[in-house]
């Protein structure tokens, strides 16, 4: 099989149910999501060079999740039905989080993101993570869509801050707070 269609070379690309322009706002929601899949690989091999086993874990099952995500906002129309992202994966999310953030010092001040190379592509998953979220906000304004991926990427972007900071606690890397915040976290 080739990888080549050529059926793309005049810019319209398929989902499942029809085409799109590539610069549709399902393809910019669902191609983010993509990349953020790839910068979480990077996690994922960071993690296992620093002995996190049970984070690569995780982060492994949520580039599986990543890729239902995507699969639930390439449908032209809704379909509930086929769906595969639900509440339970941001339940799971919220368990793996508290676990994490036991480990965590208390927060008061916004912090730079950071630290440990580990942290470093943890934080650049956090906001590759929000930008998925705000362009899945666009998509759903005009167009039914699954709102369970709305909810999962708002607590996996929570997700991924939680973890770097733990990354940074594990490996004795301190957050450096922003200089200019004031308490904001009590």
């Not at 927060?107 to 934080?123: D, T, V």
Request: net charge negative; aromatic share 10%.
């Amino acid at each position: 099989m080739k990888v080549y269609t050529k059926t793309g070379d005049a810019g319209k690309t398929s989902i499942i149910g029809g085409r799109v322009p590539k610069d549709d706002d399902r393809i910019e929601a669902y191609g983010t999501i993509d990349e953020l899949n790839s910068f979480t690989g990077q996690a994922v091999y960071l993690a296992e060079q620093s002995g996190f086993d049970e984070l690569a874990e995780q982060l492994i099952q949520i580039q599986h999740e990543l890729f239902d995500c995507g699969s639930d906002l390439a449908y032209a129309r809704h379909k509930e039905d086929k769906y595969k992202t639900s509440a339970e994966l941001v339940e799971r999310l919220e368990s793996w989080m508290d676990a994490f953030e036991a480990e965590n010092p208390p927060l008061e001040r916004f912090i730079l993101p950071g630290g440990s190379p580990l942290s470093c592509a943890l934080h650049v998953c956090r906001t590759v993570c929000r930008r998925a979220e705000r362009l899945t906000v666009t998509l759903g304004r005009d167009r039914e869509i699954n709102l369970e991926v709305l909810r999962y990427l708002n607590r996996l972007s929570d997700y991924f801050f939680v973890t770097a900071r733990a990354a940074n606690v594990r490996t004795g890397v301190p957050d450096v707070e922003y200089v200019r915040s004031g308490k904001v976290f009590r």
